[in-house]
């Protein structure tokens, strides 16, 4: 950052940014994301006046810097347009700006990924090869549902009784949102053996505290190896290599659906909101293979009573 700008600089804008209550409420990881293109941004345009983006003209110089600096990757690209959006945001509510032309910008990353989930024999052949501390952190985030971030901040307070069992409570740390999930056997065997002592259910393969960003790290080496496995004995389950860690929440509520839970409940253990339920679980059932076999199964005894009838006519 340029410490000698002008006070209404570019420069100015994000150093003050990067020193409010705004950026400081963001996540450690988002932090490091958002200093990425915010240092860009403030080598292009670090010594020109914030209020040059009051100007429509500036979209175009904002979409050139866009294109030279990120044009290689359609995601990065829209990482800056978020960025950017944020900051001239930030700038017009804290007065710096009176008005900006970044509003509505196209995104062009664009990916549904709700038919990647993990089958349960997939998951099995990583538990198959895992360490001790490997098939925590895979039983967490598979049985669980949850982010990396909301499995390596879980205590055993998290651990709440129930009139029948347990649950795992926590809030989301990407939305907030209060989520309760039931502690299956899978969890159970997490939870109760836990260490004395530990003060996280999960822990890195030393035994520190366990970073986000490496729990996919961890999950990729173990597919890695339960792959070389299957390449070694035609019997063994090979995983397939696109699916993401992030998959296991798929994972996760395909299984409440397959269970037969309501909307409601799938909503309260996933910490999503209804809406979203809706339309996450609208998108998994068109993979979940029991779906069409329930499907059939209606359509089976439907034209068998028919046939019923028919006959007794």
């Not at 340029?2 to 020193?19: E, H, K, L």
Request: charged share 25%.
């Amino acid at each position: 950052a340029n410490f000698g700008c002008a006070p209404n600089s570019v420069s100015a804008t994000i150093n003050a940014y990067r020193d409010s209550m705004a950026f400081a409420k963001l996540r450690e990881r988002t932090q490091r994301d958002y200093a990425k293109y915010l240092d860009a941004f403030d080598g292009e345009f670090g010594k020109d006046a914030i209020e040059m983006f009051e100007e429509s003209e500036s979209l175009v110089e904002i979409e050139e810097w866009k294109s030279a600096a990120f044009g290689h990757s359609v995601r990065a690209y829209d990482y800056a347009t978020t960025v950017v959006t944020r900051l001239l945001n930030w700038a017009q509510k804290t007065g710096r700006l009176r008005f900006h032309h970044h509003h509505n910008v196209e995104r062009h990353y664009k990916v549904d990924r709700s038919g990647d989930v993990w089958l349960p024999a997939e998951i099995q052949a990583l538990l198959n090869v895992a360490t001790v501390r490997e098939r925590r952190i895979i039983l967490t985030c598979s049985e669980g549902g949850l982010a990396p971030q909301d499995a390596c901040a879980l205590t055993l307070g998290n651990v709440r009784k129930t009139p029948q069992g347990r649950r795992l409570y926590f809030r989301r740390k990407k939305t907030n949102n209060v989520t309760s999930f039931p502690v299956t056997p899978a969890l159970a065997e997490v939870i109760d053996t836990t260490p004395p002592g530990q003060q996280t259910l999960l822990v890195s393969l030393r035994g520190k505290r366990l970073q986000p960003e490496r729990v996919s790290q961890i999950v990729k080496d173990v597919v890695r190896r339960a792959n070389r496995a299957a390449s070694q004995n035609a019997s063994k389950t090979p995983v397939r290599t696109d699916l993401r860690l992030y998959d296991m929440r798929g994972t996760a509520a395909t299984s409440l659906l397959r269970a037969g839970c309501s909307l409601n409940e799938i909503a309260v253990c996933m910490g999503w909101s209804m809406r979203t339920a809706s339309s996450m679980i609208e998108r998994y059932a068109r993979v979940v293979p029991e779906v069409s076999d329930e499907v059939l199964g209606k359509l089976m005894r439907a034209e068998t009573e028919q046939g019923r009838r028919d006959l007794q006519e």
